[in-house]
């Protein structure tokens, strides 16, 4: 017997409400797997973040990549937050939230000349640039739309993050970015370039990141940066410092950096600049707001294993499988009983499905409910039809009473597009 299994559940947190709503009854009544969203916990991040930055000319751009539901994305909105855009895709979701354009940015390493031309038309408030053939490319297409286009360079500092490899973009060997060497020439050049403004700064050094440090050692670099570009005599008007902040996912073992530390290392960092500072958190305004319901399909006694299988599965919240990601997993009901060890596993055909292994859990029973904590950002926004699984219902939670933000998919949804191949055609 290991020493945990002598405890009983209620050593464990069991979560059987969120935001007021009852999660048995939620679950009873859409079905699982089902991704659930805390609108007041979400407000609460926004809230807590504009709080630390009083004071600043600072706005938060949400990084929508995190979670592009349109229920959120229009709550973003509503709460004056504006969106950090990657794809023309995540641009028409923004728009259709309510977005304005002017608080829209778009980042990202291979915008097509299509989305850069999209985006101008609309008239976004500016664009990340991440390479010289990109910055041609901003000029070329503003110039044929009779635009200026407003750019800022994203600088790849050389800095780590200390994070998961899969998601740190702020040292050299990364795709995003360019160096100060080159950012330089840029605004050398600039003045050659009739329909770009190039006047802002940008940087984003990675995800999940759960110390202060890397965020100051890039931040330095760039006002140092910005030092040198006005003695120079250029106009640096906007400095975006890029998401990155880390959450909990892992109680008692995970330490998030506060809101109020974070932005005093901005404060301190770019004490001095009197320009406006953008700000582009994903996943700490909504990750942690959200939970992934799902059922015990079976126990499956393995041949070495005990096996938790879930109604849940990859398909459904990449990050254990792609980033061997943590997630705490709890029961909904807190009735008391004894932990076991299991593997927790979904029903895709691969290995790799497989949420979390030897997780002392209380011992279940197929059709017990459990929660997948923190799901909020990169869960349902990764999600596919893998296994030809239909992508699970998102709800919006607030204050007792939900909202169904996307209902669950349809099968003739899912092949929606697909035919036999009936017609064949030459090139
Ligand atoms: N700005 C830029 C330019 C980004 O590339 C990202 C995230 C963000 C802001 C927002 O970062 P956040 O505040 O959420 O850390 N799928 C991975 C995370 C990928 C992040 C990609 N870029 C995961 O599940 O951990």
Not at 294 to 312: C, N, Y
Request: hydrophobic letters at 45%.
């Amino acid at each position: 017997m290991t020493p945990t299994s002598v405890a009983t559940a209620h050593s464990f947190v069991a979560q059987a409400a969120i935001d007021d709503v009852d999660l048995a009854a939620l679950a009873a009544r859409l079905g699982t797997p089902l991704h659930a969203y805390s609108s007041s916990a979400i407000r609460q991040r926004i809230g807590g973040l504009q709080a630390a930055l009083s004071g600043l000319d600072a706005t938060i751009f949400f990084a929508v990549k995190a979670n592009p539901n349109l229920a959120i994305l229009q709550l973003m909105a509503n709460a004056g937050v504006g969106a950090d855009i990657v794809s023309v895709g995540e641009l028409r979701r923004s728009l259709h939230a309510g977005m304005p354009p002017e608080r829209i940015v778009f980042s990202g390493v291979g915008k097509s000349a299509d989305e850069i031309a999209g985006a101008l038309t609309v008239g976004i408030h500016r664009f990340n640039v991440e390479s010289h053939d990109e910055l041609l490319t901003l000029q070329r297409l503003a110039k044929a739309q009779g635009v200026t286009a407003r750019a800022a360079a994203r600088i790849n500092p050389d800095v780590d993050a200390h994070t998961h490899a899969k998601i740190s973009t702020g040292k050299s060997e990364n795709k995003f970015g360019v160096s100060i060497d080159e950012a330089r020439r840029w605004f050398a050049e600039h003045r050659q370039l009739s329909h770009v403004q190039l006047d802002g700064l940008h940087v984003h050094i990675g995800s999940q990141i759960l110390t202060l440090e890397p965020f100051r050692l890039a931040l330095q670099r760039v006002a140092e940066f910005w030092r040198e570009l006005e003695q120079a005599g250029h106009t640096v008007t906007s400095i975006d410092v890029g998401g990155g902040l880390g959450v909990c996912y892992r109680a008692g073992e995970d330490h998030p950096v506060a809101a109020a530390d974070y932005v005093g290392v901005i404060r301190e960092a770019l004490a001095g600049y009197r320009g406006r500072l953008l700000l582009e958190p994903g996943r700490y305004l909504v990750a942690e707001a959200g939970v992934l319901l799902t059922r015990v399909i079976r126990v499956k006694p393995g041949i070495e294993r005990q096996f938790l299988v879930l109604d849940a599965a990859m398909n459904d919240l990449q990050r254990p499988s792609l980033y061997d990601a943590w997630h705490d997993i709890v029961p909904v009901s807190d009735e008391s009983r004894p932990l076991t060890t299991y593997d927790i596993v979904g029903p895709v055909c691969e290995t790799g499905d497989t949420f979390a292994r030897n997780r002392v859990m209380p011992e279940c029973v197929a059709g017990d409910l459990l929660l997948i904590k923190a799901t909020g950002a990169y869960g349902a926004s990764m999600a596919s039809t893998y296994n030809s699984r239909p992508l699970a219902a998102e709800v919006l939670l607030n204050q007792g009473r939900y909202a169904v933000v996307r209902r669950r998919q349809h099968f003739e949804e899912m092949i929606a597009g697909e035919q036999p191949a009936r017609h064949w055609e030459t090139t």
